[in-house]
T-cell receptor
Framework: AQSVTQPDIHITVSEGASLELRCNYSYGATPYLFWYVQSPGQGLQLLLKYFSGDTLVQGIKGFEAEFKRSQSSFNLRKPSVHWSDAAEYFCAVVPLYSGGGADGLTFGKGTHLIIQP | NAGVMQNPRHLVRRRGQEARLRCSPMKGHSHVYWYRQLPEEGLKFMVYLQKENIIDESGMPKERFSAEFPKEGPSILRIQQVVRGDSAAYFC?????????????FGEGSRLTVL
């Protein structure tokens, strides 16, 4: 069965330090890949997405993610975090065999990012 | 603001009552999705609707839950005879339909508390 794994439930990073959030998926073929961010009490906002082409994608708020087919991973990175980055981060995938439609969208359980001053 | 609008933002119900959650998609979007989020959990897909049609309800509980997206007006997620386990945040998302890339635009959610 298809699945999305975010191995880290909580991550604590000092302000100004670099960040990497992990995401692994299991599908038969390369899916569409997304990272969403959810601030407390808010809905989800799309950070970035990968459909095809360059495996390093840039998103909003200074985030980037790299698709690695050999590792079935799509890790999210940021060189220097700010206190406002504290939030819940969700990786999501849509398998192409579903036609790419959002009804096939599967979310990971999320990683809670805590920023230390 | 032409974003996805959900109301109410917060809803308190006693066991056995009905809860109705509304969602107006972004302007120009014809596809609506409902997700449920439990504490410490990710988002679980519930139902996918287009105008007047339920496309995929594989994530909906078999009883007490229903959804609609009428020709006019918002999409409604209805929970009858609520129980404490229904307490959760319910998120609506919309997409334009074409191109169908899987990218969704989310509302801010409706938080249901069942006493």
């Amino acid at each position: 069965a298809q699945s999305v794994t975010q191995p880290d439930i909580h991550i604590t990073v000092s302000e100004g330090a670099s960040l990497e959030l992990r995401c692994n998926y299991s599908y038969g073929a390369t899916p569409y890949l997304f990272w969403y961010v959810q601030s407390p009490g808010q809905g989800l906002q799309l950070l970035l997405k990968y459909f095809s082409g360059d495996t390093l994608v840039q998103g909003i708020k200074g985030f980037e993610a790299e698709f690695k087919r050999s590792q079935s991973s799509f890790n999210l990175r940021k060189p220097s975090v700010h206190w406002s980055d504290a939030a819940e981060y969700f990786c999501a995938v849509v398998p192409l065999y579903s036609g790419g439609g959002a009804d096939g969208l599967t979310f990971g359980k999320g990683t809670h990012l805590i920023i230390q001053p | 603001n032409a974003g996805v609008m959900q109301n109410p933002r917060h809803l308190v119900r006693r066991r056995g009552q009905e809860a109705r959650l509304r969602c107006s998609p972004m302007k120009g979007h014809s596809h609506v999705y409902w997700y449920r989020q439990l504490p410490e959990e990710g988002l679980k897909f519930m139902v996918y609707l287009q105008k007047e049609n339920i496309i995929d309800e594989s994530g909906m509980p078999k009883e007490r839950f229903s959804a609609e997206f009428p020709k006019e007006g918002p999409s409604i997620l209805r929970i009858q005879q609520v129980v404490r386990g229904d307490s959760a945040a319910y998120f609506c998302a919309s997409s334009p339909g074409l191109p169908n890339t899987g990218e969704l635009f989310f509302g801010e959610g409706s938080r249901l508390t069942v006493l």
